[in-house]
């Protein structure tokens, strides 16, 4: 059984506390609006398409708890929870489009009962979608891998990084299902570890061949022809083909090219930014404690400076292809990108 990241129960959203694994597999509730946003921000729920429903989930929680009489109250309301939810995680451009899809049907209620439910349903659908759009990035995608192929993916890009089944992870998921024999190298994931808590744990649950490598070892394994094939995810794909993820993720792209690997992005058309430019996008720079300590362990000096970026970008040109829920894009990205969302329309 493949993990169920979050869903809508009795008018509350219940997700599996992240920062928990693999220790403890942790189911969490919130009715607050408050209590999603902070569960977004310290990493409780992560991973850009799950974090998009999260945020529709959170403004359902928001519509629930207005007090608001007339639709212009209940709107003002919605926008300040919007605003809360946003701040979280500026990179995964799913988060926007997750509330700006239920500030959407909001504007177009009739009445605020209307708009509370329509808003419910709505998320609602949404997180049934995302698992639909998994299971087509997967179909697609599993027309690239061969039998035997051992695939290296960096971060966590699966079940727990969406509703549920994922979108790289998926893919592999997919390749088994398929009846093809795959192997797996995950990358611990420097510095909260989402490789060695979340990927390996959720393969492990689902019966998938995995190792664990450390980060510094991704040369390693592919100059010793232990790479067929890179799969990651993203959390922002611009129209250009350049692709925000995990931190490493771009390193990674420079190795595979250097050895002559292919390196594939999974995602799904919500995760495509098509009018920002490169230069626009905000990197999220996160705590320095996050690279200083492990658990409660300090393993760096006192009061030493620290850069921590959540995201770097993988330009085009290391880019085999995009797998998406429309089909595969392939150089040149801004003109196979544009196809895709034409063929989805």
């Not at 799969?231 to 390193?251: S, W």
């Not at 850069?307 to 085009?316: C, I, K, S, V």
């Amino acid at each position: 059984m493949t993990l169920k990241t979050l869903e809508w129960k009795n008018n509350s959203v219940v997700m599996i506390d992240q920062t928990k694994l693999p220790n403890e597999l942790v189911f969490v509730e919130y009715s607050d609006y408050n209590d999603v946003a902070r569960a977004i921000k310290t990493l409780v729920v992560r991973g850009a398409p799950a974090i998009g429903v999260s945020g529709a989930f959170g403004m359902a929680l928001a519509a629930l708890q207005s007090k608001a009489t007339t639709n212009e109250e209940l709107i003002e309301d919605l926008e300040k929870a919007k605003k809360v939810l946003f701040e979280t995680r500026p990179t995964a451009v799913n988060l926007a489009w997750g509330l700006e899809r239920i500030m959407e049907v909001a504007r177009k209620g009739n009445d605020v009962s209307e708009i509370k439910d329509s808003i419910i349903q709505t998320a609602k659908k949404m997180a049934d979608k995302d698992v639909e759009t998994n299971m087509k990035i997967g179909k697609y995608g599993v027309e690239l891998f061969d039998n035997n192929d051992t695939v290296m993916t960096h971060c966590n890009a699966g079940a727990l990084a969406t509703v549920a089944y994922g979108t790289a992870l998926g893919v592999i998921r997919a390749i088994k299902e398929s009846g093809k024999h795959v192997k797996v190298l995950a990358t611990e994931t420097r510095p909260v570890m989402q490789g060695s808590r979340l990927t390996a744990f959720e393969l492990k649950h689902d019966g998938i061949d995995v190792s664990l490598i450390p980060d510094t070892a991704v040369g390693y394994a592919m100059a010793k022809d232990l790479v067929k094939k890179v799969i990651v995810g993203a959390d922002r794909i611009l129209r250009t083909g350049h692709g925000f993820n995990k931190i490493g993720t771009y390193q990674i792209a420079l190795l595979a090219k250097e050895h002559g690997i292919p390196f594939y992005v999974a995602a799904p058309l919500s995760t495509f930014d098509m009018k920002s430019e490169p230069d626009d996008v905000i990197i999220e720079q996160r705590e320095a404690s996050e690279v200083t300590t492990i658990g409660d362990k300090k393993i760096a000096p006192d009061n030493i400076d620290v850069l921590n970026p959540a995201f770097d970008m993988t330009p085009p040109e290391l880019v085999t292809g995009i797998i998406t829920e429309a089909g595969v894009a392939r150089p040149p990205y801004e003109e196979s990108i544009q196809k895709l969302f034409g063929s989805s329309l």
